[in-house]
T-cell receptor, first 112, second 114 residues
């Protein structure tokens, strides 16, 4: 039973345009959400996070939006750059449980 | 230079053989984790340990074993009971109670079956 769902396995976006990656979750106990970025044959690196008490968090070109009623979050990358081509994992946690549940990932291709 | 070191980077297992993947961290982190990545499957939690000499099963612990005798080390053994071991294995660590953005990953071990 997947608690964190990324329904788009891949996404292609023109360089300079906005990339929007989506994520849905089923566990209403999740209170912290994260995005990780992963290049091939490397470990994931933390990108941005958001607490359930907020609906938006911004860090440079990256913005995460949280819609708790819809159990949905999205990552916006503006403007998209070639180095953004990677697999992006959505993740969620119940802070007191001390473990993170990851989605299956979305492979983002930034086209020249 | 602090970080998490996984070794080897590539590992081959013969049928019926146990193999051990190494994970060492010098970040002084309390908690350590093992994840498995399969194509199109994301990261699935195998085992995690929040403190020395204690560990818990994750979502897919069958066929795996771990130990946590030292704070810095969290080796993962893939036993012969794991029928589909071919995957990319990732070790991670965090400061206990500060899990979220403090989760640091190693560079991974690719395990393949001969």
């Amino acid at each position: 039973d997947q608690q964190v769902k990324q329904n788009s396995p891949s996404l292609s976006v023109q360089e300079g345009r906005i990339s929007i990656l989506n994520c849905d979750y089923t566990n209403s106990m999740f209170d912290y959400f994260l995005w990780y970025k992963k290049y091939p044959a490397e470990g994931p690196t933390f990108l941005i996070s958001i607490s359930s008490i907020k609906d938006k968090n911004e860090d440079g070109r990256f913005t995460v939006f949280l819609n708790k009623s819809a159990k949905h979050l999205s990552l916006h990358i503006v403007p998209s750059q070639p180095g953004d081509s990677a697999v992006y994992f959505c993740a969620a946690s119940v802070r007191r449980d001390d473990k993170i549940i990851f989605g299956k990932g979305t492979r983002l291709h930034i086209l020249p | 230079d602090g970080g998490i070191t996984q070794s080897p980077k590539y590992l081959f297992r013969k049928e019926g053989q146990n193999v051990t993947l190494s994970c060492e961290q010098n970040l002084n982190h309390d908690a350590m984790y093992w994840y498995r990545q399969d194509p199109g499957q994301g990261l699935r939690l195998i085992y995690y340990s929040q403190i020395v000499n204690d560990f818990q099963k994750g979502d897919i612990a069958e066929g795996y074993s771990v130990s946590r005798e030292k704070k810095e080390s969290f080796p993962l053994t893939v036993t012969s009971a794991q029928k589909n071991p071919t995957a990319f294995y990732l070790c991670a660590s965090s400061i206990r109670g500060e899990l979220n953005e403090k989760l640091f990953f190693g560079s991974g071990t690719q395990l393949s079956v001969l």
